[in-house]
């Protein structure tokens, strides 16, 4: 049974009347059901999503006047995994504290931050910054294959691909090169003494990304617990 907030939706294609494309939407009801009222006469693609499934496409689809048009679909559940590692100097193999670790479900060439995604697999952008161990962690991604960048003040930022599998932690370290220019950044080799945060640019930056990562890990837990899965759900 479909939950109530999956999103059913029509993406017309050329009607039978010579128009241009459209997208008609619906939502689930409590019991699965959508359903999707004056509908142009034409062919149409439906498609099915929802958080915490993978999105499923119909083949095309033909709507007929005067007929009801019957499309099911039946959602996969999304898998989740975790992913950590360590950021350091590839010269010293110093750790690097404060680095921005960025994890991006469909490679940093496709949507920006906040928009929406064509294929949705789940996932988008996740943004995690190194503690004074140089350490990161990505907690309840979901599974499949991330593109995951680290960044450093005064080091060249260095790009993995990274499978992530259903409940398996994966480990992704990086090395990072120093630029010729620029400035240098905080390494510490395991120190307890934590890094003060100044008014500069590059403070400003760090606390940002901290906000940035706080923010999502709470909408994430929000979700969980509104749709009944994750570490957070409601018994």
Same mark, same amino acid.
């Given at each position: 049974?479909?939950?109530?907030?999956?999103?059913?939706?029509?993406? %017309?294609?050329?009607?039978?009347? *010579?128009? $241009? @494309?459209? /997208?008609?939407? &619906? +939502? #689930?009801?409590? =019991?699965?059901? !959508?359903?999707?009222?004056?509908?142009?006469?034409?062919?149409?693609?439906?498609?099915?999503?929802?958080?915490?499934?993978?999105?499923?496409?119909?083949?095309?689809?033909?709507?007929?006047?005067?007929?009801?048009?019957?499309?099911?679909?039946?959602?996969?559940?999304?898998?989740?995994?975790?992913?950590?590692?360590?950021?350091?100097?590839?010269?010293?193999?110093?750790?690097?504290?404060?680095?921005?670790?960025?994890?991006?479900?469909?490679?940093?060439?496709?949507?920006?931050? %906040?928009?929406?995604?064509?294929? *949705?697999? $789940? @996932?988008? /952008?996740?943004? &995690? +910054? #190194?503690?004074? =161990?140089?350490? !990161?962690?990505?907690?309840?991604?979901?599974?499949?294959?991330?593109?995951?960048?680290?960044?450093?003040?005064?080091?060249?930022?260095?790009?993995?691909?990274?499978?992530?599998?259903?409940?398996?932690?994966?480990?992704?370290?990086?090395?990072?090169?120093?630029?010729?220019?620029?400035?240098?950044?905080?390494?510490?080799?395991?120190?307890?003494?934590?890094?003060?945060?100044?008014?500069?640019?590059?403070?400003?930056?760090?606390?940002?990304?901290?906000?940035?990562?706080?923010?999502?890990?709470?909408?994430?837990?929000?979700?969980?617990?509104? /749709?009944?899965?994750?570490?957070?759900?409601?018994?």
């Amino acid at each position: 049974m479909l939950r109530p907030a999956q999103v059913p939706e029509l993406k %017309g294609t050329r009607g039978a009347d *010579g128009g $241009g @494309g459209m /997208w008609l939407h &619906a +939502v #689930t009801g409590a =019991d699965g059901r !959508y359903l999707i009222e004056n509908v142009p006469v034409g062919d149409y693609t439906a498609r099915a999503m929802s958080f915490g499934y993978l999105p499923s496409e119909s083949g095309p689809v033909t709507v007929v006047e005067g007929v009801l048009t019957q499309v099911d679909f039946a959602l996969a559940p999304l898998t989740f995994g975790s992913l950590q590692g360590t950021v350091s100097d590839a010269g010293t193999g110093a750790v690097i504290e404060g680095a921005i670790v960025v994890a991006c479900r469909f490679g940093f060439d496709g949507p920006a931050p %906040g928009e929406p995604v064509e294929k *949705g697999m $789940g @996932g988008g /952008w996740n943004v &995690a +910054v #190194t503690d004074e =161990d140089g350490f !990161y962690h990505f907690d309840q991604i979901p599974a499949g294959t991330w593109t995951v960048r680290a960044f450093a003040w005064g080091f060249d930022p260095a790009m993995a691909e990274v499978v992530i599998v259903a409940d398996e932690t994966t480990e992704q370290d990086f090395a990072l090169d120093r630029a010729e220019s620029g400035r240098r950044a905080t390494t510490r080799h395991h120190s307890t003494k934590r890094r003060p945060q100044g008014p500069d640019s590059r403070g400003r930056l760090f606390m940002w990304a901290r906000r940035a990562s706080r923010s999502l890990r709470i909408r994430r837990s929000q979700r969980w617990e509104r /749709w009944g899965i994750g570490p957070h759900a409601r018994s």
